[in-house]
Nanobody, 115 residues
């Protein structure tokens, strides 16, 4: 059972990036709420966006209008489309869901935005 995140990298301010997270070994992934979190150096991990099984979505104020979370249940995957990125978006991004009543985290993918 794992979440495999990918898609991070170096991008210039104002650019775009798409993160992907593929779940494996999780039964009924389509019924699970999932989310993206991020953690910048020296700061606490914070929620970026989440998507329910509905699906409904909600976002942190800092990314509203710039980031879009989506899911493809046929691929057991969740995505984070990042646009108009800013240097303050620089962080390690983690995907999250639950499994067996516990938090399950992906390994993290680094996003660095240059000014």
């Amino acid at each position: 059972v794992q979440l495999q995140a990918s898609g991070g990298g170096l991008v210039q301010a104002g650019g775009s990036l798409r993160l992907s997270c593929e779940a494996s070994g999780i039964h009924n992934f389509r019924n699970k709420n999932t989310a993206w979190y991020r953690q910048a150096a020296g700061k606490e991990r914070e929620l970026v966006a989440r998507i329910t099984s509905g699906p409904s979505t909600d976002y942190a104020e800092a990314v509203k209008g710039r980031f879009t979370i989506s899911r493809d249940n046929a691929k057991n995957s969740v995505y984070l489309q990042m646009t108009s990125v800013k240097p303050e978006d620089t962080a390690t991004y983690y995907c999250w869901t639950t499994w067996n009543w516990r938090d399950l985290w992906g390994q993290g993918t680094q996003v660095t935005v240059s000014s």
